[in-house]
Nanobody, 124 residues
Framework: VQLQASGGGLVQSGGSLRLSCVASGFTLDYYAIRWFRQASGKEREGVSCISRNDGGTNYADSVKGRFTISRDNAKNTVYLQMNSLKPEDTAVYYC??????????????????WGQGTLVTVSS
């Protein structure tokens, strides 16, 4: 059972990256999926979420309008498209499964599996 995030790298301010979160050994479509990030010296923060069934999504205010989360259950993958990147987006990004299958309006998140992080560095 493994969750793997990938797609990070070095990009200039204003650039784009697409992160992928791939599951092996289990099926992602039983869960809501959340992306988090942690910048050096800072606490981990939630970035985005996509619900299990209805595709409902939410975003942190800091990324709203720039990031888009999506899922392809056939590929057992969730994506985070990041556009108009800023230096303050620099962080290690993690994906995680949430047993609470909706992103909003339900119980607090119940994080299950964490993926290994992928580093995003945005230069000014």
């Amino acid at each position: 059972v493994q969750l793997q995030a990938s797609g990070g790298g070095l990009v200039q301010s204003g650039g784009s990256l697409r992160l992928s979160c791939v599951a092996s050994g289990f099926t992602l479509d039983y869960y809501a999926i959340r992306w988090f990030r942690q910048a050096s010296g800072k606490e981990r923060e939630g970035v985005s979420c996509i619900s299990r069934n209805d595709g409902g999504t939410n975003y942190a205010d800091s990324v709203k309008g720039r990031f888009t989360i999506s899922r392809d259950n056939a590929k057992n993958t969730v994506y985070l498209q990041m556009n108009s990147l800023k230096p303050e987006d620099t962080a290690v990004y993690y994906c995680a499964t949430d047993r609470v299958t909706v992103c909003e309006g339900g119980p607090p998140p119940q994080i299950g599996n964490w993926g290994q992080g992928t580093l995003v560095t945005v230069s000014s």
